[in-house]
């Protein structure tokens, strides 16, 4: 016969703290509005961050196959809404590159109207994602793969302004090297104003007195002349436009809340502040579907523009609000201004941010020689995935199972079993230590003395957990050995989660639960 006994569970630190402890990150977003003393601050960092925003849109309109005014429009409206609606006070919302890269075989093969309907489901998916706690899912990203996210996203940003420089004419590499030298200058002596601020008014004043002539926003496509409408999608409401829409409503849902959530913890950091993950899910959905009826295409957070805005001072809701104003009075009433802009002085600013933004120590020597082999091979990967296809998605999801399997293989060998004989040579203890599931117990079955052991054999679980049915099925297999030779199993220190499986997925006969 074997019997089984328990051990209580500790109990968890987080069951211990009070309902007013784990509300705690939700009250805290409370009171983030800014004061009549930050106000100033606040709109300056909007206005930088507006001016970043507008060549990036135009650029990822391109690559989404629709008119710059659908990305600017979306940029816009997201910006707007998600001030009021979202859980991460300063982050940047707004047309994304990666979800212009997944949406642009649905423009090539159905056109806009099928993008504006497929905005508008992956905002209803979005909220939906949001109310159910979506964001609970982030913990199984390893901080490894969230390195190779922000050095992938780095890398990104910084080859993507190489077009406005490299190639170019002498003139636009002096005015990027003047723009990165007002840029690491200005805020030593000055933080009144933002240093990016300066760098685009003075080189765009000097481009226009000087009649140098660059590349300027204006080269970049055609802004829009009037205020975006409200409208509905001109598409045939039917089972077929719900075919054709649903991959790309899941894969642009899945790309965008990454993305978005991702960004999140990086401005945590920056701000050593936090965020409600479940808010900013259901938000960004309530910030599409407007968006949507409003005429633009799928946006999400963008970690560039955010860097920006933060670096500028922004850290509240108004420098989110203020983005999306500025944005759309730079591009309509201000439009022959803004077209007048170099895109070198731009160019300059963002590969700072990707300088910024990339995280050196993760490559430091003494970093590369500390680390895991195993944590740097996913950080590589997920870089290397992501850099050549411009894909989040597939960078994280390739770093988050190869990290998987990576643990999988190290636990694998967790497993050890020590025994003991009693004195008097009629009992035998044996200790298992470590997590018993599909890869740690291949060898367990082996790991006892099947025919020289005495009639009574106590198996000490105390060290143990059970965690599947490969682990009770192993359990199962000791027992069946011991009981064809006669020998009493006698099961010890069961935590109570390991007795209720055995309880229930245990096919051995003699199971005695105590």
């Known amino acids: 016969m074997t019997e089984l006994s328990q051990r209580p569970p500790a109990t968890a630190a987080a069951d211990r703290r009070s309902p007013t402890a784990r509300r705690r990150p939700v009250i805290a977003l409370s009171g983030r509005w800014p004061g009549v003393r930050h106000v100033r601050v606040e709109l300056l960092a909007g206005l930088v961050t507006a001016l970043a925003l507008i060549p990036e849109t135009i650029s990822f309109s391109v690559v989404a196959g629709v008119d710059p005014r659908v990305g600017l429009f979306a940029s816009f409206t997201i910006s707007v809404v998600i001030a009021f609606t979202g859980g991460r006070p300063a982050m940047i919302s707004a047309a994304a590159g990666s979800m212009a ?24 998916l979005m909220f939906v994602l949001g109310q159910v706690g979506v964001a609970r899912l982030m913990r199984f990203i390893p901080r490894t793969v969230m390195i190779g996210f922000v050095n992938a996203l780095a890398i990104l940003i910084f080859t993507a302004q190489l077009p406005h420089v490299v190639g170019r004419s002498w003139k636009v590499y002096v005015l990027v090297a003047a723009g990165l030298v007002i840029l690491l200058t200005l805020p030593r002596l000055t933080k009144a104003v933002p240093a990016p601020l300066v760098a ?16 300027t926003v204006g080269d970049e496509g055609r802004l829009p002349s009037s205020l975006p409408r409200p409208g509905l999608p001109d598409v045939p409401m039917n089972w077929e436009t719900l075919r054709i829409i649903g991959p790309y409503v899941l894969a642009l849902t899945a790309v965008g809340l990454l993305e978005t959530l991702l960004t999140a ?107 895991p082999r195993g944590e740097t091979l996913v950080m590589v990967a997920t870089v290397a995935v992501v850099v050549p296809t411009h894909n989040l998605a597939y960078g994280v999801l390739v770093g988050v199972v190869l990290a998987a399997l990576l643990f999988t293989r190290r636990v694998a060998h967790v497993a050890l079993v020590t025994s003991v ?40 679980l105390s060290e143990a957990d059970v965690l599947d049915s490969a682990a009770v099925a192993a359990l199962d297999d000791v027992r069946t050995k011991y009981g064809a030779r006669g020998t009493e199993v006698i099961l010890l220190g069961l935590n109570t989660r390991s007795a209720d499986l055995l309880r229930k997925l245990s096919t051995a006969p003699g199971l005695k639960v105590d």
């Not at 685009?200 to 590349?215: D, K, R």
């Open 421 to 460: 004989l009693d004195p008097e040579g009629g009992e035998r203890i044996y200790a298992v230590h470590g997590t018993l599931f599909f890869a740690s117990t291949n060898d367990l079955v082996n790991a006892f003395d099947y025919a020289h052991d005495p009639t009574r054999v106590v198996i000490d």
């Open 265 to 371: 913890q990086i401005v945590d950091r920056m701000t050593d502040t936090t965020h409600n993950p479940n808010r900013e899910s259901w938000g960004l959905g309530i910030a599409n579907v407007v968006n949507g009826f409003f005429g633009g295409m799928g946006g999400c957070a963008m970690i560039g523009q955010t860097i920006v805005n933060v670096n500028s001072g922004g850290r509240g809701r108004l420098s989110t609000f203020a983005a999306g104003g500025f944005l759309l009075l730079l591009v309509v009433p201000l439009r022959e201004v803004v077209c007048n802009i170099p895109m070198s002085a731009l160019a300059a600013v963002m590969m700072l941010v990707a300088v910024m933004t990339f995280e050196w120590r993760s490559v430091a020597p003494s970093t590369l020689r500390r680390m």
């Open 200 to 215: 685009v008014a003075l080189l765009t004043f000097v481009t226009v007195g000087f009649h140098i002539s660059v590349p």
């Open 101 to 124: 890269l997944v949406a642009a075989p649905l423009v090539r093969a159905h056109g806009l109207n099928y993008l504006l309907a497929t905005t508008i489901g992956v905002g209803l």
